[in-house]
């Protein structure tokens, strides 16, 4: 609780604590508070969230790299909305071997390089933290909002795998977010494949809107969408939906998009 009243219970920082699943805080009672809310349904959810789109992301690095011509650059594979970096570090640390040593075509010795995109310059220096621990070499930070019209200036093009999870949800306008996709489309090759995550319900979204801090000011109000206005946005910008996946209450959803 200390660190999403700090931080916003939408930040990097108190996603990457749920993910982590180890309850903190002050003496017994604290760590015992901290054990009911890591336990809330919604927080369970986001950790099946996690593991399947970790799984997929893995899964469409793998693919880009059994196709990439021999002595050509490294699977570029970027997250869009970072946070900590936890999810897209730890697909490059178990699609490889998880080496600080660069190849010949510029990434880890697994032939993938990330780049981690969030306007939360405190989520990505937890991040470098995390690679280093990992033994990640390949890894760039580059501070910026996806949702801003310059925000992937600082991205290199040539991105194999996207991974946008927990990013668009927070965002109301449909428009902003076919526009970020676009922009980010433009970073893609066709058949570039985008991992990305979709909200439909919330059992504790009036909750959150009314007393929960968000790291962008105000409260954290989100927005819910059906699977099929998210596969209409994505469609708008450029990619095919393919492959969908939802937790067992259907709190959150993983979808699979090509890039047309």
């Given at each position: 609780?200390r ?7 939408d ?18 009672v604290?760590k ?10 919604a ?7 996690r593991?399947q ?15 990439r ?8 594979l970027?997250d869009?909305?970072?946070?900590c970096?936890?999810?897209a570090?730890s697909?490059?640390a178990?699609?490889?071997r ?7 075509r510029?990434?880890n ?14 989520g990505l ?5 995390l690679?280093e ?8 930070y ?10 992937f200036a ?21 428009a902003?977010?076919v526009?970020?996709?676009?922009r980010?489309?433009?970073?893609m090759?066709p058949?570039?494949?985008l991992i990305?995550?979709?909200h439909p319900?919330h ?11 968000s ?6 109000t ?13 469609a708008e910008?450029?990619f095919?939906?393919q ?9 959150f959803?993983v979808s699979w998009?090509?890039?047309a």
């Amino acid at each position: 609780m200390r660190l999403g009243l700090e931080t916003g219970f939408d930040s990097g920082l108190s996603l990457d604590h749920a993910y982590a699943n180890r309850a903190a805080g002050r003496g017994v009672v604290g760590k015992a508070l901290d054990r009911i809310y890591l336990s809330a349904p919604a927080w369970r959810a986001v950790r099946w969230r996690r593991a399947q789109a970790e799984a997929w992301t893995a899964e469409a690095v793998r693919a880009a790299a059994a196709r990439r011509p021999r002595g050509s650059d490294a699977v570029h594979l970027l997250d869009g909305g970072a946070g900590c970096g936890r999810m897209a570090l730890s697909v490059a640390a178990s699609v490889g071997r998880a080496t600080p040593e660069h190849d010949e075509r510029g990434g880890n010795a697994c032939g993938v390089r990330v780049t981690l995109l969030d306007e939360d310059s405190a989520g990505l220096a937890r991040a470098r933290t995390l690679a280093e621990a990992m033994g990640l070499g390949a890894v760039a930070y580059v501070v910026g909002d996806a949702l801003a019209a310059g925000g992937f200036a600082g991205v290199d093009g040539g991105v194999a795998v996207a991974l946008t999870s927990g990013l668009y949800e927070w965002c109301p306008d449909d428009a902003s977010v076919v526009a970020s996709l676009r922009r980010l489309a433009e970073r893609m090759p066709p058949g570039g494949v985008l991992i990305y995550t979709g909200h439909p319900w919330h059992p504790q979204a009036a909750l959150m809107a009314r007393w929960l801090p968000s790291r962008r000011g105000g409260t954290c109000t989100m927005r819910r969408r059906s699977r099929a206005a998210w596969e209409a946005l994505v469609a708008e910008a450029g990619f095919v939906t393919q492959r969908r996946a939802a937790d067992r209450r259907r709190i959150f959803t993983v979808s699979w998009a090509r890039r047309a």
